[in-house]
């Protein structure tokens, strides 16, 4: 066998084991219902980014099932009501879940009236009113990003 294929061959199984384990890690974090409260009202005067919106607080718990520490090294993500963008929120820094640990992540954001009014004008113009709050984003584990979707639940 060509030493070339044997090279490409050897890193398609490092490769496909390598999905397998962190695919069998990943199922073992388990997220918990997302929260949303609001805080009340915030004045942005960031120039070119004025404007009044509400201030909310995202809360997500999550959970790690696995029998080692996995580490958050980042998360980002959107809040959407159905297709419309409303506010970006990150994680302020990385952290560690210890194995049977459980935390609540929780995000600060502003959701601008002037958008807000504008995703309401366009939810009733398409009649697309009846839609779940969703958080969407990325988290990143070890230099391997991957991709959540959640419904929230206002309280």
Known sequence: MNQT???????????????????????????????????????????????????????????????????????????????????DFALPGPITLASGQTVDLVFQGVLDFGATAETINNLITTGDWFQALRFKGTATSAGITFPFDHTVSVG
């Not at 490092?14 to 890690?25: L, M, R, S």
């Not at 404007?51 to 090294?73: A, C």
């Open 5 to 87: 294929v044997k090279v490409l061959l050897i890193i398609g199984v490092i490769a496909y084991f390598g999905k397998k384990a962190f695919d069998t890690v990943f199922s073992k974090i388990i997220y918990g219902q997302t929260k949303l409260r609001t805080r009340g009202i915030a004045v942005t005067t960031t120039p070119g980014k004025e404007g009044v919106g509400l201030k909310v607080e995202v809360t997500q718990p999550i959970r790690n099932e696995n029998p080692v520490s996995f580490p958050l090294d980042a998360l980002q993500g959107s809040m959407f009501y159905g297709a419309q963008k409303l506010a």
